[in-house]
């Protein structure tokens, strides 16, 4: 994620529907891709058949906000999850199973309980609400001691430059993927044009020197 600070949301019931938008990513060059989770029976089994389908694609889970979600996650074999929550039992329980798990956050309280917690990565959520000079204004009164921050909900292509100059450490686009479409009624909408561009960027960027090692 040091050198691709940029995740992706995909959501379906059955996640091998997404098949077709996990390779047009794919072929883009994002390498880390969100699967949101469903109570469907095959949710986990089909996790598992897209990451032997994309062994490239480090794949998480979004979105899990109890304790049978995070068992699902690790039948599934995915070795991180975000949530929209902080809560402690399910910080414990990802750590018995070995999952990383991401819980949200948003007020100075939750990033310091969460750091208590010993959560190193946090995301902080609704990132579209709060804006991309939030995270800097809340680190400075907390001397700087805060983790690792993924802003996630509501943010688009355009904005990932932003926010990660303005001092996140990472950005998750769910729907932001996506192109606005000049058709209301289109069953799939576009991936958004500039997403190559900005996954260059990234790249580019965060290229490590030569003979240096930065892992993803």
């Given at each position: 994620?040091h ?5 992706g949301v995909l959501?379906?019931l059955q ?8 390779s ?6 994002l390498?880390h891709?969100?699967i949101?989770f469903?109570?469907?029976?095959a949710?986990s089994?089909q ?7 994309f ?8 979105s899990?906000?109890?304790?049978e979600?995070l068992?699902?996650?690790?039948e ?5 999850a975000?949530?929209p ?6 910080i ?8 990383l798990l991401?819980?949200g956050v948003m007020?100075?309280?939750e990033?310091h309980?969460?750091?208590a917690?010993g959560?190193a ?8 609400n709060?804006g ?5 204004s809340?680190?400075?009164p907390m001397?700087g ?6 802003a996630?909900?509501?943010l688009?292509?355009?904005?990932v430059?932003?926010?990660l ?7 998750v686009l769910?729907?932001?993927l996506?192109?606005a ?6 069953a799939?909408?576009?991936i958004d044009?500039?997403l190559?561009a900005v996954?260059?960027q ?5 290229k490590?020197?030569?003979g ?5």
């Open positions: 994620m050198r691709q600070p940029l995740l959501r379906a996640p091998l529907s997404l098949v077709e938008r996990v047009q990513l794919n072929t883009l060059g390498r891709v969100e949101g469903s109570a469907h029976p949710w089994e996790c598992r058949e897209l990451q032997l389908r062994p490239e694609v480090s794949f998480g889970a979004a899990v906000r109890s304790a979600a068992a699902r996650v690790a599934a074999g995915l070795g991180y975000m949530a929550v902080l809560e402690p039992t399910l414990a329980q990802a750590r018995d199973l070995g999952i991401v819980p007020t100075p309280t990033v309980q969460a750091s917690l959560c990565l946090v995301k902080l959520f609704p990132a579209v709060l991309p000079s939030y995270w800097r809340l680190s400075v001397g001691m805060v983790p690792f921050c993924i996630a909900g509501g688009n292509v355009a904005d430059a932003d926010w100059r303005q001092g996140v450490d990472a950005v769910g729907q932001g996506f192109a479409s000049l058709e209301p009624l289109a799939e909408p576009m044009p500039q190559g996954l260059r990234l790249e580019a960027a965060h490590p020197p030569k240096e090692k930065i892992p993803h």
